[in-house]
């Protein structure tokens, strides 16, 4: 099993940032899928997540109205669409796939990790 995140780099305030988690299993379609980050200094964080069945959505409360999370079966991809992007939003931001079809905020319910992807946000 594999998972990619790729889509970070070097923006602006306010700016826009689309990332992207690729996995290479099929049957990720019925497990949910949730985004993390890491600041420096700081821990792993809850970003949001995406169910698979019935692509029920959560948020973290820092970026709910600005980041939007979806997937696409047919791709075995999941997004990450970030807008009005803060400083406070750089990070690594991780994607990993959970063991259940339900967004769990702790690290802890997801079994695959993927590699992170660097966002930083310059004011």
């Known amino acids: 099993v594999q998972l990619q995140a790729s889509g970070g780099g070097s923006v602006k305030a306010g700016d826009s940032l689309r990332l992207s988690c690729a996995h290479s299993w099929r049957s990720f379609s019925t497990n949910a899928v949730g985004w993390f980050r890491q600041a420096p200094g700081k821990e792993r964080e809850f970003v949001g997540g995406?169910?698979?069945?019935?692509?029920?959505?959560r948020y973290a409360d820092s970026v709910k109205g600005r980041f939007t999370i979806s997937r696409d079966s047919a791709e075995n991809t999941v997004y990450l669409q970030m807008a009005s992007l803060m400083p406070e939003d750089t990070a690594v931001y991780y994607c990993a796939v959970s063991n259940y079809d339900r967004v769990y905020t702790g690290p802890r319910a997801y079994a695959y990790w993927g590699q992170g992807t660097l966002v930083t946000v310059s004011s």
């Open positions: 995406i169910t698979g069945a019935d692509r029920i959505t």
